[in-house]
């Protein structure tokens, strides 16, 4: 048969599209010409492709051949297509039955010596050919145990192009020597939650009280304080506040991950929430995505349903801060090359942390601050004021005692973990009708109509709205985070008291005591 087809997956973003791949042989000089615009690491599988075939005891064609890529109109990236051309090749010069290829969809990089390496994004692609409605899928060894986290499609795992060969015709899997993976950065060095527990602050009770707010309503946290003051302490703890993710959200993390290469060859859905702190010194594209041809997913992109946290905030280059105005409002990015545009998900919790000035000292109860007023302007105009209201949470941390008045024992992780998940339930059950989970994800408008405030609480937003110590966006925000405070306290719907504290959350006042909020608990049924 001069003609037979294969089916590969091409991922924009975490996107997948289905590629036929064609090969036919016709009468004419040898030659080997592959279309459908692909890069130049694809162009380079003509090589690869008659290598591997020879070198696995097979013969290449010496007759023209034309291997085309459909959809001709979507750019191909990648050397994934490497195995489905050897196959469609050889299946059009009858050595397999093309048949067996209609329903499996093939992936992975060929080696000269028709070695099978592993591929980055094989659970995204797994995803897409699942959904396409293919019963099998032929993957690298490496990247089995990834396509293996999809249900309802058989994954085969194969070492070698010999292998593949033999699983289609049906025959004896031939014994090859096991793979050897790529050094690349494993997800422990980037995604690992610090093993930390909230039990090691002492003091800090508006800083505890913050983070627990942050990770109740998934509530963005801006921290400020003097070095040494438990800044990132705090920080690094809220993950572990955080419940483990739902299946779906389980799903979609792993498969950017596996995009990223951050999924090990012994991969298991990512179930706890990410936790990405890049360098203050990371460049733009780093942060939200890029490359050269179709983008990458970057650090928001990784830190999808989990935190995003930048230490030493205004150390960061203002442009690349910026960068996350608009997948703070949207919980997307979209990343433009002109070869496609990918659309990457980034719906994370962001926690700020920064110095109040170069020297650390301003501002603080007895601190000697050396920093000009023209440097104080400047190092604090660093964060701009868009960023600043995107932000729920801001807080001053300062230096705490270091004993325990009356030998209260701070609470650990696990105790306030459980105050977080049964606020996170009073959510989901409140919003289970509205497609939203989350305080922090309901529109302004939405919340406002169907979730209003009391008249004495809406008074007081008003006011400050009206003195301009609110921005409309801010209003909101401050709504958001009353409701997260109530689910937090076991309540049906905001009081004022709790309105109040919302406020000095967002506006860094100190927080007053909920004295009054203790006794409507205890009293409700």
């Known amino acids: ?39 130049a690491s694809l162009s380079e599988a003509r090589d690869r492709v008659r290598a591997a075939v020879v070198n696995s005891g097979e013969k290449f064609p010496d007759r023209k051949v034309t291997i085309g890529l459909s ?12 195995v489905a051309i050897a196959c469609s090749l050889l299946a059009a010069g009858g050595v397999v039955d093309s048949h067996r290829l209609r329903q499996t969809a093939i992936i992975g990089e060929l080696g000269l010596d028709g070695r099978i390496r592993e591929v980055r994004g094989a659970l995204a692609m797994t995803l897409a050919a699942s959904r396409s409605g293919f019963e099998r899928i032929v993957v690298p060894e490496l990247n089995a145990a990834e396509a293996k986290l999809v249900p309802s499609i058989e994954v085969y795992g194969v070492r070698s192009l010999r292998q593949v060969l033999a699983l289609l015709r049906g025959e004896e899997i031939p014994d090859e020597a096991p793979p050897r993976a790529e050094l690349r950065l494993m997800s422990e060095s980037l995604t690992r939650v610090p093993e930390v527990d909230l039990d090691d602050v002492l003091g800090q009770h508006e800083g505890r009280r913050a983070i627990e707010a942050a990770a109740a309503g998934a509530h963005h946290i801006f921290l400020h304080g003097p070095p040494g003051s438990g800044k990132t302490m705090l920080a690094e703890r809220l993950a572990g506040l955080m419940p483990d993710l739902s299946t779906d959200d389980s799903l979609e993390v792993s498969a950017v991950h596996s995009l990223a290469g951050l999924l090990t060859s012994d991969a298991e859905l990512v179930v706890r929430p990410p936790f990405i702190a890049p360098h203050h010194t990371a460049s733009l594209s780093s942060l939200v995505g890029g490359g050269s041809g179709v983008p990458r997913p970057g650090a928001i992109s990784c830190a999808h349903r989990g935190i995003l946290f930048i230490d030493e905030a205004p150390e960061m280059h203002p442009l690349t801060l910026d960068t996350l105005r ?10 433009h090359r002109s070869a496609a545009v990918a659309k990457f998900p980034a719906r994370f919790l962001l ?18 601050c050396n920093c000009t007023p023209q440097v104080l302007t400047r190092y604090r105009q660093r964060i701009s004021g868009p960023i600043k209201d995107r932000i729920d949470i801001q807080r001053q941390i300062l230096p705490a005692a270091r004993g325990l008045a009356d030998g209260d024992r701070p609470e650990s992780t696990a105790e306030v973990a459980a105050r977080v998940k049964a606020a996170r339930d009073r959510q989901a059950f409140r919003y289970r009708n509205t497609g939203w989970i989350l305080n922090s994800e309901i529109p302004g408008p939405f919340m406002r109509r169907e979730y209003p405030l009391d008249a004495a609480s809406q008074k007081t937003l008003e006011s400050l709205y009206a003195d ?5 966006r801010g209003l909101d925000r401050v709504v958001r985070l009353a409701w997260t405070l109530a689910d937090l306290e076991g309540l049906d719907s905001p009081t004022p008291d709790l309105t109040h504290q919302a406020f000095q959350l967002r506006s860094g006042a100190p927080l007053t005591p909920l004295t009054n909020i203790r006794r409507i608990r205890e009293t409700t049924p």
């Open 468 to 472: 301009g110590r609110l921005t409309a």
């Open 1 to 39: 048969m001069p003609l037979a087809q294969a089916w590969s997956v091409a991922l924009v973003g975490l996107e997948g599209h289905l590629v036929e791949v064609e090969a036919d042989i016709a009468q004419g000089l040898p030659k080997t010409t592959l279309i459908g615009l692909p890069d």
């Open 71 to 82: 959809p001709a109109t979507l750019p191909k990236t990648g050397s994934h297509y490497d």
């Open 326 to 335: 608009q997948p703070l409002e949207s919980g997307f990015i979209e990343v």
């Open 351 to 368: 926690v700020l942390a920064a110095n109040p000035c170069p020297c650390g000292q301003s501002g603080t109860p007895n601190g000697i």
